[in-house]
T-cell receptor, first 111, second 119 residues
Framework: GQQVMQIPQYQHVQEGEDFTTYCNSS?????IQWYKQRPGGHPVFLIQ?????EVKKQKRLTFQFGEAKKNSSLHITATQTTDVGTYFC???????????FGAGTRLTVKP | EPEVTQTPSHQVTQMGQEVILRCVPI?????FYWYRQILGQKVEFLVS????????KSEIFDDQFSVERPDGSNFTLKIRSTKLEDSAMYFC????FGTGEKVAKNIQYFGAGTRLSVL
């Protein structure tokens, strides 16, 4: 079945440093979605990427979808303490909306 | 802003007991989902539901699990005979669309979750 791999599992950065998390799918995706989960919270939708090679930005966050629609990345520029949490990618295949989440990258930011 | 609500926020039960986790999806959404997250691990898909039937389920969703939409607003997950390893956070989610042609609007919105503790 479909698998979504995400690395790294943990990332600890100094405030102001950049952060990147990567996702790879074993199958071609129809779209990929990114979620953020704060400690003790629930996944909150960040963005959806649909087109091959798509790049979207949200302030300091840049999301990319690979040309083959099998990989994606999230890059945060100049991290802040408010960026702390676990970032999950979730891949969608086929005609249904069943998402398969990556394992998540837990980001901690040292002030 | 409309949101998915889940009750209870925490459920404690004895091993072997039945539990029902309740969710009220966003009112105009048509697709409903249950996910599980064991403490410190990733979010795992359990089941999706559309038009009063299961559209897909994962290998985790075995015979001890069932889902139901008993009325126009609630969406429930039942675990018939709980096991210790069922202890996890259970998230409900809903979306307006679920099919590929509506992919731009198939964003899933998650509830706050129910923490199930099986003793």
């Amino acid at each position: 079945g479909q698998q979504v791999m995400q690395i790294p599992q943990y990332q600890h950065v100094q405030e102001g440093e950049d952060f990147t998390t990567y996702c790879n799918s074993s199958t071609t995706l129809s779209n990929i979605q990114w979620y953020k989960q704060r400690p003790g919270g629930h996944p909150v939708f960040l963005i959806q990427l649909v087109k091959s090679g798509e790049v979207k930005k949200q302030k300091r966050l840049t999301f990319q979808f690979g040309e083959a629609k099998k990989n994606s990345s999230l890059h945060i520029t100049a991290t802040q303490t408010t960026d702390v949490g676990t970032y999950f990618c979730a891949g969608v295949t086929g005609n249904n909306n069943d998402m398969r989440f990556g394992a998540g990258t837990r980001l901690t930011v040292k002030p | 802003e409309p949101e998915v609500t889940q009750t209870p926020s925490h459920q404690v039960t004895q091993m072997g007991q039945e539990v029902i986790l309740r969710c009220v999806p966003i009112s105009n959404h048509l697709y409903f989902y249950w996910y599980r997250q064991i403490l410190g691990q990733k979010v795992e898909f359990l089941v999706s539901f559309y038009n009063n039937e299961i559209s897909e389920k994962s290998e985790i969703f075995d015979d001890q699990f069932s889902v139901e939409r008993p009325d126009g607003s609630n969406f429930t997950l039942k675990i018939r005979s709980t096991k210790l390893e069922d202890s996890a956070m259970y998230f409900c989610a809903s979306s307006i669309f679920g099919t590929g042609e509506k992919v731009a609007k198939n964003i899933q919105y998650f509830g706050a979750g129910t923490r199930l503790s099986v003793l």
